[in-house]
T-cell receptor
Framework: DVKVTQSSRYLVKRTGEKVFLECVQDMDHENMFWYRQDPGLGLRLIYFSYDVKMKEKGDIPEGYSVSREKKERFSLILESASTNQTSMYLC??????????FGEGSWLTVV | RKEVEQDPGPFNVPEGATVAFNCTYS??????FFWYRQDCRKEPKLLMSVYSSGNEDGRFTAQLNRASQYISLLIRDSKLSDSATYLCVVPPYSNYQLIWGAGTKLIIKP
């Protein structure tokens, strides 16, 4: 069964803290994505990766960075969290047929 | 025109009724399309894929109209559990450029 796991489901962080969101997939997919979803704005792509150590900016990369050292793992990093980064973060992966599978989401609140 | 557009709704529909909503797209080169379902505060989950003219799965039918550049989702005999937001997604050229609609909210009432 397809599985994308986001280890941190609910986080509360202070402004200026460094935040790591981890994502692991067990489907041997080449492509992995980080989205954020806010009410009324839909899904917005932050970064994606099509291979190990490869990354491409999405629509809203500012304030974020990513790391993909292993095929199954894609990490999102907020170098200095700000209140406008309070959101639901969704990790996803996809293989050859474009079908995308999501993790359960990470709810981040920055205070 | 947005690349992918959906009526945000909400569509309020009585249980047992048939409901349909559309998703329009701007890139005529798009070859495959997907409908996802998202429950409140949950992740989107794949509902149906559409690679040619259409697809049917039980009470759900997805159709593609290439001439008018839209895909539709039809739900027959709607259930309370069908209440959710339905997202369409269009990958115009590759995996990387998935374009998501903002979603249509459906509320099924008893």
């Amino acid at each position: 069964d397809v599985k994308v796991t986001q280890s941190s489901r609910y986080l509360v962080k202070r402004t200026g803290e460094k935040v790591f969101l981890e994502c692991v997939q067990d489907m041997d997919h080449e492509n992995m994505f980080w989205y954020r979803q806010d009410p009324g704005l839909g899904l917005r792509l932050i970064y994606f990766s099509y291979d190990v150590k490869m990354k491409e900016k999405g629509d809203i990369p500012e304030g974020y960075s990513v790391s993909r050292e292993k095929k199954e793992r894609f990490s999102l990093i907020l170098e200095s969290a700000s209140t406008n980064q309070t959101s639901m973060y969704l990790c996803a992966s996809s293989g050859a047929r474009n079908t995308i599978y999501f993790g359960e989401g990470s709810w981040l609140t920055v205070v | 025109r947005k690349e992918v557009e959906q009526d945000p709704g909400p569509f309020n529909v009585p249980e047992g009724a048939t409901v349909a909503f559309n998703c329009t797209y701007s890139n005529s080169a798009s070859q495959s399309f997907f409908w996802y379902r998202q429950d409140c505060r949950k992740e989107p989950k794949l509902l149906m894929s559409v690679y040619s003219s259409g697809n049917e799965d039980g009470r759900f039918t997805a159709q593609l109209n290439r001439a008018s550049q839209y895909i539709s989702l039809l739900i027959r005999d709607s259930k309370l559990s069908d209440s959710a937001t339905y997202l369409c997604v269009v990958p115009p050229y590759s995996n990387y450029q998935l374009i998501w609609g903002a979603g249509t909210k459906l509320i099924i009432k008893p």
